[in-house]
């Protein structure tokens, strides 16, 4: 009886290890489909399509939201697990200025191909070099801003190209530590395919950070946030919402006016 009990406790468990390793993809990239409808810009602000080439040959489609005049700064933004990033063009004054470029993930929003967290860096790295030889974009004032998800690409773009800055909302150490805390019996270091990395790309990311971070998250508790902050290179700035949740801390006070301080202090800032 004790041998039948412990083979079915022990095949249970392998089977439920080997579910969550066949089904990984799903559990982590929500692919959103592209939105319908006009896109609503803040007034003043213009909207052009573009196009970028991945590493394996993909188009990938997005949309550069421009301010009225001449050259601005750029902020590149990078989505959550579950989102497609096209409604923020509403809100692309919040950015201070800058013009904001959004291009859904591969597999998000009607881009081709089917996401990894190495195509997604890979990808995004792509664009960022691409994105430089924009017209009426100043090359050398590229931002990025990661949430969630995102926040593991946009360390990955910051800590191996020339950003004049990162924005981090509800950020990670990694994803290992993450689905480790979710799922603390199963081996995720072992069974997990895309680790997202972000406290080993910090190390050598010697670039001005701005970590928002929800102090009642549940999905990304703030403790991961802070390994992050701790081992950042560079100057960084730790901004914390103690009411805010992981889905609504875009809705906190102050939350924008932090991000339009960053943008607009000087790059010796911390």
């Known amino acids: 009886m004790m041998k039948s009990l412990l083979f079915i406790t022990v095949a249970s468990y392998a089977g439920f290890c080997l579910l969550l390793y066949l089904a990984q993809n799903k559990l982590i990239f929500f692919t959103q489909p592209a939105h319908v409808g006009e896109m609503l810009l803040p007034p003043g602000y213009t909207s052009e399509p573009v196009t970028f080439q991945s590493h394996d040959g993909l188009a990938l489609k997005g949309t550069l939201i421009r301010p009225a005049g001449g050259p601005a700064p750029l902020v ?43 195509a997604l860096i890979a990808d995004a790295k792509r664009i960022f070099d691409q994105a430089r030889l924009l ?24 800590s191996e190209r020339p950003v004049r800055g990162v924005m981090l909302t509800t950020a990670f150490d990694s994803l290992t530590a993450v689905a480790q805390a979710h799922y603390p019996v199963v081996p995720v270091s072992l069974l997990l395919r895309h680790k997202f990395d972000s406290v080993a790309a910090a190390r050598s990311a010697n670039i001005r950070s701005l970590h928002l971070v929800a102090g009642s ?52 800032a911390p």
């Open 76 to 118: 590149i933004y990078y989505g959550g697990n579950a989102e497609e990033i096209s409604y923020l063009a509403q809100l692309a004054d919040r950015y201070a200025g800058a013009a904001l470029l959004l291009v859904n993930y591969r597999g998000y929003g009607g881009n081709p191909g089917a996401p990894s967290a190495a």
């Open 135 to 158: 017209a009426n974009i100043r090359k050398d004032e590229i931002y990025v801003h990661g949430r969630s998800l995102g926040s593991g690409v946009a360390v990955a773009v910051a």
């Open 217 to 268: 998250d549940t999905i990304i508790p703030p403790r991961h946030a802070r390994a992050l902050f701790d081992a950042w290179a560079g100057p960084k700035t730790w901004r914390e919402y103690s009411q805010a949740g992981h889905n609504d801390i875009q809705d906190t006070p102050g939350y924008w006016d932090t991000i339009a301080a960053f943008l607009k202090s000087p790059p010796s």
